[in-house]
């Protein structure tokens, strides 16, 4: 995983955090969902500045999540992502993940459109084999087992609350080396999916 600073991005997550509570949305515990992406070689979010460089290498995953605890009185929930996905391209090969997620709804503008952000920095994913675009430059050396992180936003009509389009950065990682020292950055796609919340 880089270390490049996003300063854009932790400005923008502070002031949402620090927003009040507006009108709460739908109170759904579970959802499934589908997405579909495309590998790019840098760090989750450098492509919010523009900085990625696409590779041919796609994912294709289903999703699911449960609503383990939601606050009462701000739009904040912690729940439960699980995910089974399959690559192709440069490499074919499985993935299966799963992370504890935060979900922010508090968007001052969720009466127009429903917005959430959800956010999992420490998650367990595991593939069938190791990718190529997963190797140590130096070392030539890769995991099958490394962190889970997520960031994504969804989006979704007031009058059709349950059924949300979504934009998810989906990384895997050594957590700075302390998973392996190979090396490797691991594997970053975008990816745009749909999912329907019950």
Known sequence: MHTKPNTITRLLLCTFLALPAHAHCEAFDWSIGAYAGQYYDTAPAWILEGDARFAKQYIVAITASKT???????????????????QSGV????????????????????????TGLRLAPLGISYTTSISPLELGPATGKGSRTLNLLLIELGFALPAMSSEEVFVRLHHRCSVYSLLNNYGANGEDFLAFGYRHRF
């Open 68 to 86: 383990l605890w939601r606050a009462e009185t701000w739009p904040l929930s912690f729940e439960l992502d699980g995910m089974i996905g399959h």
């Open 91 to 114: 490499a074919t090969l499985q993935e299966i993940g799963i992370a504890p997620v935060m979900r922010w709804d508090g968007f001052p503008w969720s009466e127009t459109l429903r």
